[in-house]
């Protein structure tokens, strides 16, 4: 062939194969089996949150034990992948590894896992399970059967989880009775009306919406406790002691909270609120599990790329909530409601003057963070943040199985809709009762999520920037977060592999 024809031939080849990938991307996506339970789980998680509130520890085990049953399912239709808890026995023959046992499978699977952690919305999942095709009501434990898989997979789950330390069943000695309840005795240095010590975690009264108040007491203490997925323990990577009262640093970060609180644009508002993570909520971990759907649809995802990309954002998720916790538990430092009232105490500071006032002089008593008055901080200690932890962890997470740090999301969020809904633009910007020359359009917010750690770094920032956390517990969240996820990302290539050990 001479030069000229093989240059044509090449050119050729290489047109087809750029025409060629434009056809794939043009080709519409079905999500996988796996995208659609997922959606059915972060939709009954939402459902939690709107009858018991928002708690997010217990939201990121629930999730994390429903997708490593449906992880462990899949398993035994792979050659080589073993399940995390009955390892590769349940491995079913290459004539049985067809696409429609194996999404039956994980479906039996993820139905009994959900079950497990919310029996009060059996009558939902039932449906969803018959829209789907399948029978809610076959309890097969027959391992030829996709089902009996399924159910299989799913008991062994169950029962590693029933007694890990989460007290679900409220059974825990110590405890009250009630599920998740506290079982270590666990009481505040600090009471609600008055401040002891400024340096520990004092509770919090909420408006309850009926023109009372409310005043949670920590969130689950004892989640330092709960098995964790791959980490040795809790404390592993416990976090170095934060600053105290007296510290420069620390009057540094608490005066830092103070300006981003009287000074937060539209965009930081929406910021602010995009990682509150909104009504309905799923937690950090269901909202790090829409990031990774939304790779899963990028990506043209199959089955078994979802099934292995949601088992590892969902487990690395429940042991960042572990970590952070123990720290918390340990530390149990206090939040910038409560130290921006101990420093400026008796004194008028410029902040936030509350829904549709923007910022005036305040007394510091007055001070309040960028949030409704129905929930003002979360029930727990500041150090380390969660959102912090949890959001560096997913991230270093889908980076590592992506082989990329490229995200490309973009969320369009309306500045002050969950704070202050109602009120325009230029009036939420308002400033010593002046309305600001802020339009609509300037409150309507393109949040650009370029890549995983820079909206990890977004979530733990955003933090700080409405008045919940003070910057040292966003930078070592961060940290503890990434060393987590290092460590959690090999274990969870084991069981891809097949060398996990039981």
């Given at each position: 062939m001479s030069r000229l024809g093989l240059l044509s031939s090449c050119l050729v080849a290489l047109l087809f194969t750029v025409s060629s990938a434009r056809a794939e991307e043009a080709r519409p996506h079905t999500p996988s089996a796996a995208y659609q339970w997922l959606d059915i789980a972060l939709e009954v998680t939402a459902r939690e949150v709107d009858a018991r509130g928002a708690r997010p520890t217990v939201l990121s085990r629930t999730i994390a034990i429903a997708l490593t049953a449906m992880y462990d399912a899949w398993a035994a239709y792979d050659d080589k992948a073993v399940g995390t808890r009955l390892g590769g026995s349940l491995r079913r023959p290459q004539a049985e590894r067809t696409l429609a046992n194996r999404e039956k499978a994980i479906a039996y699977a993820t139905y009994r896992a959900l079950l497990f952690v919310h029996p009060t919305d059996s009558a939902f999942l039932a449906d969803r399970m018959r829209q789907l095709g399948f029978d809610p009501a076959d309890t097969s434990t027959d391992p030829a059967t996709p089902q009996g898989v399924g159910n299989l997979a799913a008991a062994a789950v169950i029962e590693y989880r029933r007694h890990d330390g989460a007290n679900q069943l409220g059974d825990e000695p110590g405890s009250s009775g009630t599920p998740y309840?506290?079982?270590?005795?666990?009481?505040?240095?600090?009471?609600?009306?008055?401040?002891?010590?400024?340096?520990?975690?004092?509770?919090?009264?909420?408006?309850?919406?009926?023109?009372?108040?409310?005043?949670?007491?920590?969130?689950?203490?004892?989640?330092?406790?709960?098995?964790?997925?791959?980490?040795?323990?809790?404390?592993?990577?416990?976090?170095?002691?934060?600053?105290?009262?007296?510290?420069?640093?620390l009057a540094r970060e608490v005066n830092e909270v103070i300006r981003f609180n009287a000074t937060l644009t539209p965009e930081e508002k929406a910021l602010v609120e995009f990682m509150r993570d909104g009504p309905r909520s799923t937690g950090q971990s269901g909202h790090w599990l829409r990031f990774a759907q939304f790779v899963s649809l990028r990506d043209r995802h199959d089955l078994e790329k979802d099934v292995k990309l949601f088992f590892s954002?969902?487990?690395?998720?429940?042991?960042?909530?572990?970590?952070?916790?123990?720290?918390?538990?340990?530390?149990?430092?206090?939040?910038?409601?409560?130290?921006?009232?101990?420093?400026?105490?008796?004194?008028?500071?410029?902040?936030?003057?509350?829904?549709?006032?923007?910022?005036?002089?305040?007394?510091?008593?007055?001070?309040?963070?960028?949030?409704?008055?129905?929930?003002?901080?979360?029930?727990?200690?500041?150090?380390?943040?969660?959102?912090?932890?949890?959001?560096?962890?997913?991230?270093?997470?889908?980076?590592?199985?992506?082989?990329?740090?490229?995200?490309?999301?973009?969320?369009?969020v309306r500045a002050g809709e969950l704070t202050e809904p109602g009120f325009p633009c230029n009036i939420i910007q308002q400033r010593a009762g002046r309305p600001s020359n802020d339009t609509e359009r300037d409150c309507v917010v393109k949040l650009k999520l370029r890549t995983f750690s820079q909206t990890a770094e977004m979530a733990g920032i955003s933090r700080v920037m409405g008045g919940y956390h003070i910057q040292s517990d966003n930078i070592e969240g961060l940290e503890l977060g990434r060393k987590v996820a290092h460590f959690t990302w090999p274990r969870m290539r084991a069981y891809f592999d097949g060398t996990a050990r039981h």
């Open positions: 309840s506290d079982y270590t005795g666990y009481v505040p240095v600090n009471p609600p009306d008055r401040i002891i010590d400024p340096n520990r975690w004092q509770p919090i009264p909420f408006d309850n919406g009926q023109g009372g108040t409310v005043i949670p007491g920590f969130l689950t203490p004892h989640w330092y406790l709960v098995t964790p997925f791959a980490l040795d323990s809790s404390s592993q990577f416990r976090p170095p002691p934060p600053p105290r009262v007296g510290s420069y640093q954002v969902a487990n690395v998720a429940m042991d960042a909530f572990i970590a952070c916790w123990e720290a918390k538990r340990y530390y149990d430092t206090s939040r910038p409601w409560t130290l921006v009232r101990y420093y400026r105490a008796g004194r008028e500071l410029w902040g936030w003057a509350g829904p549709g006032q923007g910022v005036d002089w305040i007394p510091a008593e007055q001070w309040h963070p960028y949030s409704p008055p129905t929930f003002v901080t979360p029930p727990f200690p500041g150090y380390v943040s969660g959102h912090s932890t949890v959001s560096a962890a997913a991230a270093k997470v889908l980076e590592l199985f992506t082989g990329s740090d490229a995200f490309g999301d973009v969320e369009v």
